[in-house]
């Protein structure tokens, strides 16, 4: 018996391939649902958050934000 799995075209047909876009989704959706738990004096912090181009981070700048994180 032979089976040929394309591997490749599976993840790609679910959003997983190379171009990433289910991870940049969920990273997005991450984002959007933390945004109420993220501290906010003048919005500095939740306004200029990063989130990477293939979704794998998402990064809050600023010196006060390991602050509040730890």
């Known amino acids: 018996m032979k089976i040929n799995i394309n591997v ?3 993840l ?3 959003g997983l ?3 990433k876009e289910t991870q ?3 990273a ?3 984002a ?3 945004d109420p738990y993220v501290p ?4 500095n912090l939740k ?3 990063i989130i990477a181009n293939d979704g794998s981070t998402i990064t809050y700048p600023g010196p006060y934000a390991h602050y509040h994180w730890v």
């Open 17 to 19: 391939g190379k171009s």
């Open 47 to 49: 306004n200029h958050r």
């Open 12 to 14: 790609q047909s679910r």
């Open 28 to 30: 997005n959706e991450v």
């Open 32 to 34: 959007r649902l933390s």
């Open 8 to 10: 490749d075209g599976i």
């Open 24 to 26: 940049q989704f969920i």
């Open 40 to 43: 906010m004096q003048s919005g």
